[in-house]
């Protein structure tokens, strides 16, 4: 007879955040239970769906519900419950409120057959699922990154909830990166701290990379967008030619700020030579001053390509009103620019900098940026040509 049925399935997975404190009373833990499965009954993501079409785990502390009709139901259902847990939390005492977090993921599960000939549920699909919640903290929505892309492809409105977060170490030993949900009152926009994955990989990386391409030009221009914060927007546009006899698939990006900024609030963009944006697949590194973050190619590079390029796009405050590039990789042609208002008053200049043990030395370079005017603002540009790696420019104002 069989006992066991595959299937796929859109997992919500939850449960209730310090429920198994031993000094939390039996019958208190017992009306937290019961009001979260009102709660999500009272989702019309949960009871406006053909209950055939949806799987049921009680997990004592929690549930799990599988969807099998898509992935916007079980992050529709995660929008709706916080929006109720705020209005259901409101004027309790602190340890009657109800803290939730919630982790979702797509996969392949098996429907068993109990003793008692009720379901279980086994599989990757909501094993991952509650991987992924566990790493979580009060309020926390976290989503796999197979499910994250799934919905980036349904609709551009749900990526403005839904960032990408940090590479985290499963239980299995393999680094994913995890998505969180938050804003417009739902969600908990702090990095989860458990099992964090932070590792920098310029030294490797870049050395592996300097052997495979090299960037046949690069056009980086800072726009001074508000003189009295030193708010700019950087845009970098990288011509790569791949002089290797393998496919360059990714490529890891590194950005030091003057100012403390977390990844989301940098407003990174990337795209390729079509405009198409890349889908970020690794940030192995958050620190308030430097980030590094892996992008995948839409199409890879092949061997001897030298027409392919990528844009990458912030915006973050030039405090110190400078800018160094470390040259990592070689370039054959490098153009900076400097665009702000003509009443400002700067002086941009270009610095050969030498970086030794002990100190920094920095030499004026003997070609310094053009300034020419561009409607109401000025705009100075510098050119340098074959640059080798670990070779130094700065970047004044």
Not at 51 to 59: A, I
Not at 326 to 347: E, G, R
Request: proline share 5%; hydrophobic share 35%.
């Amino acid at each position: 007879m069989q006992t066991e049925e595959l299937t796929y399935a859109y997992f919500f997975f939850t449960d209730i955040v310090g429920l198994s404190d031993p000094r939390i009373p039996t019958k208190r833990q017992i009306k937290k239970i019961e009001a979260l499965t009102s709660l999500i009954m009272e989702c019309d993501a949960f009871k406006n769906t053909d209950p055939n079409l949806m799987l049921y785990l009680p997990t004592g502390d929690g549930m799990a519900i599988g969807f099998l009709s898509g992935p916007e139901l079980p992050f529709m259902l995660s929008v709706e419950l916080h929006k109720k847990l705020n209005e259901y939390n409101k004027g309790l005492f602190p340890e009657e409120v109800l803290r939730i977090r919630i982790g979702i993921n797509d996969g392949p599960i098996y429907i068993v057959k109990s003793m008692s000939g009720s379901n279980n549920l086994w599989g990757p699909g909501i094993l991952l699922a509650r991987s992924v919640m566990d790493l979580g903290d009060d309020n926390h929505i976290l989503l796999s990154p197979q499910t994250a892309q799934a919905l980036y492809e349904l609709s551009d409105e749900y990526k403005e909830l839904i960032k990408p977060v940090h590479d985290y170490k499963m239980k299995d030993g393999k680094q994913i990166l995890l998505y969180s949900v938050y804003g417009n009152g739902v969600g908990n926009p702090k990095m989860p701290t458990k099992s964090l994955y932070q590792r920098s990989k310029v030294r490797g990386e870049t050395k592996k990379m300097g052997s495979m391409m090299i960037y046949d030009k690069t056009d980086v221009t800072f726009t001074i967008t508000d003189p009295e914060t030193m708010l700019a927007h950087y845009k970098r546009v990288c011509n790569i030619w791949n002089i290797s006899n393998e496919p360059i698939q990714s490529i890891l990006h590194r950005i030091k700020t003057d100012a403390r900024k977390s990844f989301n609030d940098l407003n990174i963009r990337t795209a390729d030579e079509s405009g198409k944006e890349l889908r970020i697949t690794s940030i192995n590194y958050d620190k308030p001053f430097q980030k590094e973050f892996t992008t995948t190619f839409n199409r890879q590079i092949s061997k001897g390509e030298k027409d392919r390029c990528y844009t990458l796009e912030y915006d973050s405050e030039q405090n110190d009103r400078c800018y160094e590039e470390q040259f990592q990789i070689k370039c054959k042609k490098f153009t900076i620019s400097l665009i702000y208002p003509s009443n400002a008053k700067f002086k941009p200049a270009i610095y050969d900098v030498d970086a030794g043990k002990k100190s920094k030395r920095m030499v004026k370079a003997k070609t310094q940026p053009v300034v020419k005017k561009v409607g109401q603002e000025l705009k100075a540009v510098w050119t340098g040509k074959d640059l080798s790696e670990d070779q130094t420019i700065r970047l004044e104002w």
